[in-house]
């Protein structure tokens, strides 16, 4: 597997403080495994590009725990915030609490949506950002240090998210419809997988067609950006396994790669579920960093785990 190494092009965005949310939560046991919920009680972000504070009551996060594999949660969380200027801000986020990641720390991907007319647009851009961030349990709080994902030749020395190699994938098959919903709630483009999708690396599989496809978010700029990806793709490993992946992005103004060989491109995050018992269970804990484009007829995909 070629393309990014160990590093995936990243640079700070912000170091968000959520106070109290380690002690504010709530738990039981329910029919999927041990759920809890978690709330802050103030707090912020404070980076060189945005410094905005959470907004109490509408900002929460939570977490599922395994029944079969300990120390596994899915974790999904909602936090708004708000710029001193009044601008509102939702920061939506999935990902992985695994003992791959340490004990009080876990993995998410974050994608936001800001209102675009808010101080003149002055942050309009987070409607375009793909991030990837740690959490981590300090006393009371949770800390997320937060970093945008960036093109590979676009990242500043030095400035990366060590990572692992998941696959490479390459579709050069017939591509599965498209259909375009304008509604008046929300515009939305529908996909299927493009056939003839194998991937190859750490995980090798393939997707069956008609069992990929995702309803994406489009927006009110040019070519429908930003564009918002939500896909998911049931895969069969070649030992057989089958194993779910998740994944959210964006494809959007800020990433169009200068390359000349690059029609496009676009950055996600996934999150797996395979069998407890087999050799892929290690997707299972893995939040995982994507990178895809299209060049000339055949579209590209790398993705590589977070450590």
């Not at 929460?60 to 801000?89: C, F, K, M, N, Y």
Request: aromatic residues 8%.
């Amino acid at each position: 597997m070629t393309g990014m190494g160990n590093s995936f092009p990243a640079r700070p965005l912000f170091v968000l403080t959520a106070k109290g949310m380690a002690r504010e939560t709530l738990a039981h046991d329910g029919p999927m495994g041990r759920r809890s919920v978690a709330r802050p009680i103030g707090g912020g972000a404070a980076g060189d590009r945005l410094t905005a504070d959470i907004v109490p009551g509408l900002a929460t996060e939570w977490q599922v725990e395994s029944d079969r594999q300990p120390g596994l949660a899915w974790v999904e969380g909602l936090i708004t915030l708000r710029t001193a200027g009044g601008t509102p801000i939702l920061m939506k986020y999935i990902g992985r609490r695994a003992k791959r990641y340490g004990e009080g720390a876990w993995r998410i991907g974050v994608g936001f949506e800001a209102d675009a007319g808010g101080e003149d647009g002055a942050h309009d851009w987070l409607n375009d950002v793909v991030a990837a961030a740690t959490v981590e349990v300090r006393g009371d709080d949770l800390v997320y240090t937060v970093h945008e994902l960036l093109g590979r030749k676009t990242a500043p020395d030095g400035d990366a998210i060590a990572v692992d190699p998941v696959y490479h994938m390459v579709a050069s098959g017939t591509l599965g419809e498209r259909i375009k919903i304008e509604s008046q709630v929300a515009k939305r483009y529908l996909s299927i997988a493009e056939a003839g999708c194998r991937t190859e690396g750490p995980l090798t599989a393939e997707w069956p067609v008609g069992f990929a496809w995702g309803a994406h978010r489009m927006g009110k700029g040019p070519m429908g950006f930003p564009f918002h990806i939500d896909m998911k793709a049931e895969m069969v490993a070649d030992n057989g396994d089958m194993i779910v992946q998740q994944y959210i992005g964006t494809n959007s103004r800020t990433l169009l790669d200068p390359s000349p060989d690059i029609d496009r491109s676009w950055r996600t995050t996934a999150m797996f579920e395979a069998p407890v018992d087999g050799p892929n269970a290690w997707l299972n804990e893995v939040v995982a960093l994507g990178f895809g484009w299209v060049q000339g007829e055949e579209t590209h995909y790398e993705y590589y785990a977070m450590r």
